[in-house]
């Protein structure tokens, strides 16, 4: 299911390559119409599928994927603008082979380090997200701020927790979720792997002096 959200995903993002390529004008409004519909199909998803409602769960999770990827068409585009289509590949095959690693050590992780672990990764995140918020208001005051140093530094630190974050997946799967709460384990482990992507995308596009640039 994971992969299956990934290529629904992968999907979205080209016919965002598309649209911007054919009509740029109305790509931003349908870029904000998609990121609210996102947030409502999210814990919508989230909701049904913890209650063990698959049936409802999936199409509701195959249209998530969809619009995500169209949402992240914007930072693919100026990936490959930045580093070539190369960035793509890379952070895509950087994505599987964490995965492949975390599902066979995760799970052989102990009680003691994979606790420790989440405890680490779940205050990386709060830290992670204290930054992006600094950035994000600092950038609408003063044009500029937080590119550069910071904006490596970010992605550098996102893409460390995010890894962290595919260990404890697996170590946390089956201690959280039933055996009929099988998507909103994959909802959880699917938000962990697009994340990464994300923040390996922008740290390769910090490398190549994007950040600067743009």
Do not use: C, H
Request: no cysteine.
């Amino acid at each position: 299911y994971v992969g299956g959200g990934m290529v629904l995903t992968a999907g979205g993002v080209m016919g965002g390559l598309a649209l911007m390529a054919s009509n740029p004008a109305l790509f931003m409004p349908l870029f904000w119409v998609a990121l609210i519909g996102n947030f409502i199909l999210f814990f919508a998803a989230q909701n049904v599928a913890m209650k063990g409602n698959n049936s409802t769960a999936l199409p509701l999770l195959a249209a998530y994927s969809l619009i995500t990827g169209y949402t992240l068409s914007g930072l693919v585009a100026m990936a490959i603008g930045t580093a070539g289509i190369g960035a793509i590949g890379t952070a895509a095959l950087a994505t599987g082979i964490t995965f492949v690693a975390a599902s066979v050590m995760g799970r052989r992780m102990s009680d003691s380090v994979g606790q420790a672990l989440s405890g680490v990764v779940g205050l990386g995140i709060i830290g992670l997200v204290i930054a992006m918020l600094v950035q994000i208001v600092g950038g609408i005051f003063v044009p500029g701020f937080g590119m550069g140093g910071m904006e490596l530094l970010i992605a550098g630190f996102g893409t460390v927790i995010f890894v962290g974050a595919a260990f404890v997946d697996f170590y946390t799967m089956p201690r959280t979720y039933s055996d009929d709460q099988y998507l909103a384990g994959a909802l959880g482990m699917y938000l962990t792997y697009i994340n990464l992507f994300i923040f390996i995308l922008r740290l390769v596009i910090a490398l190549n002096g994007g950040g600067r640039r743009d």
